[in-house]
């Protein structure tokens, strides 16, 4: 299995412009998360979901950033307009409930530099 | 709130050293307790992981010793290798929704 997939790897846009990130979980797994990185606030968790369902945005920072999975193997995260402020690591994880085991996998994760 | 609080923030042992980095977390309702292990420009991968039934479960040269009563968890690098400088992350799990809270993370440098 190729694990998760993250595009792109990098991404360096100007301030106000909007911004995508996309993920491609293993499949199979029907738990999809997203997460940011960032040395002042660790690994935080912005929204997962079951299923393709959102089950708990209370992560994401604010109204500027969405996120969607209009099937099992397909996520988007987007943040409009992007600001200096939400540069940092972004990373897409999956697991697979019932499974033998509980492990999320991550993937290479997104780069983003807001200028 | 942080749920999960992880020390020391860096560590620096000598290669063969022990290296032990602590957490401790609030919510009884947690279930599972992973150790994650993150490499510069990599995402961070699973190393071992314990549940609360078990006070101790050893993989190799890593150990995650668990005290339910304190509600601490630990993790012990045997026989330390430069190899093994990294990022470590501990984090819990609640049984519903799959959904881990991770510590701060510990920078671990092993010098050869």
């Known amino acids: 299995d190729a694990g998760v997939i993250q595009s792109p790897r990098h991404e360096v846009t100007e301030m106000g412009q909007e911004v995508t990130l996309r993920c491609k979980p293993i499949?199979?797994?029907?738990?999809l998360f997203w997460y940011r990185q960032t040395m002042m606030r660790g690994l935080e968790l912005l929204i997962y979901?079951?299923?393709?369902?959102?089950?708990?945005d209370s992560g994401m920072p604010e109204d500027r950033f969405s996120a969607k999975m209009p099937n099992a193997s397909f996520s988007t995260l987007k943040i409009q307009p992007s600001e200096p402020r939400d540069s940092a690591v972004y990373f897409c994880?999956?697991?697979?409930?019932?499974?033998?085991?509980?492990?999320?996998?991550f993937g290479p994760g997104t780069r983003l530099t807001v200028l | 709130q942080q749920q999960v609080k992880q020390s020391p923030q860096s560590l620096i042992v000598q290669k063969g050293g022990i290296s032990i980095i602590n957490c401790a977390y609030e919510?009884?309702?947690?279930?599972?307790f992973p150790w994650y292990q993150q490499f510069p420009g990599k995402g961070p991968a699973l190393l071992i992981a314990?549940?609360?039934?078990?006070s101790e479960k050893k993989e190799g040269r890593f150990t995650i010793s668990f005290n339910k009563s304190a509600k601490q968890f630990s993790l012990h690098i045997m026989d330390s290798q430069p190899g093994d400088s990294a990022t470590y992350f501990c984090?819990?799990?609640?049984?519903?929704?799959?959904?881990?809270?991770f510590g701060g993370g510990t920078r671990l440098m092993v010098k050869p």
């Open positions: 499949s199979g797994h029907d738990y």
């Open positions: 919510n009884t309702a947690f279930d599972y």
């Open positions: 984090a819990a799990r609640r049984n519903a929704g799959n959904m881990l809270t």
């Open positions: 314990i549940r609360p039934d078990v």
């Open positions: 994880a999956s697991s697979e409930s019932g499974g033998a085991s509980d492990t999320q996998y």
């Open positions: 979901f079951n299923n393709n369902v959102p089950i708990d």
